[in-house]
C-alpha cells in the first residue's frame, strides 16, 4: 500500500496502544515513521512491528532534555516531516483528597508541559501545509477521579487552539482527536489490575451509546484522516467515542 508514500511524521506515546496504531497504519502506507516510549520493552516491540520504516527511540515527555534530543534526531534521521501527533499521556484514578503535589505535578508535566514543548521543539521541521494532530480525552462528559487527568488534557486542548491561529502563515492545520472509552492493554489508565481493566472495560460498554469500547484502529484512523485527509479543516477538536460526550441517549438498548 502506497496511500502515505513519500510522508514522514513523529508520533508521541507511540511505543504501544494507539499510537503504535497510528504509526504501524503509517508505515503500512508507505511512510516513514518515529515513535517515542518511555519502556525499553514496549519500544523494542515497536521496532519489530514497525519494521525497516519505523524509529523507535526513548523519550520522556517531562524531560526538557528529552525534548531536545528528540528534536535533534527527527533532524538527524528524518529532516522534515509532514504531520506530528501529540498522542503521549498518562492517567490516574485519584480522586480529589488523595491528590498529591507530586502526581499533580506528573500529568501536567507529561500531558501538558511535554506536549507543548514538543510542538515548540519539533514545529521547525514541519513541512508548510503540514499538520500536528493532538490526542486529548472525550471530556464534555466527566465523571470522578480524574480532575488533575482531566485538567491536564483541557490545556492541551487550549494550546491547541492557540497553536491553530499560529499556524496558519505556515498553512499547518492543528486539530485533535477526542478518543472516549478504548479497548487498551491499560484501558488508559495508569495502575488497574487485570480485574480493576475488566471492570473499567464493562463500564466503558454500558456508557457508551453504541455500547462498546473503540478499538485503537478506530483512533488511527481518525487521526490520520485530521492528518491527511481533513486539508480544509483545522482547530477542531473531533470525538472518536461511540457518542459518549455527544448527549446521545441509549436506553433504548
Sequence with gaps: MTR???????????????GLAIAKALVDGGAEVL?????EEALASARAELGARGLAVRSDAASLADIDALAAQVKDRLGRIDALFVNHGIAELEPLEQVTEASYDRHFNINAKGAFFTVQ???????????????TVANDRV????????????????????WAAEFLPRRIRVNAVAPGFIKTPTMGVAGLNDEERAAFEKQGDSMTPLRRNGTVS???AAALFMAFEATFTTNVELAVDG????GISGDEH
Design 121 to 135: 521543539r519539533l514545529a521547525p521541521f514541519i513541512e508548510d501545509g503540514g499538520a500536528i494532530v493532538l490526542t
Design 143 to 162: 465523571f470522578g477521579g480524574m480532575s488533575t487527568y482531566s485538567g491536564s488534557k483541557e490545556a492541551l486542548r487550549a494550546f491547541g487552539q492557540v
Design 243 to 246: 457518542g459518549f460526550a455527544q
Design 35 to 39: 515513535v517515542t516510549g518511555r519502556k
Design 4 to 18: 502515505y508514500a513519500g510522508k514522514k511524521a513523529v508520533v508521541t506515546g507511540g511505543s504501544h496502544g494507539m
Design 218 to 220: 478506530e483512533i488511527a
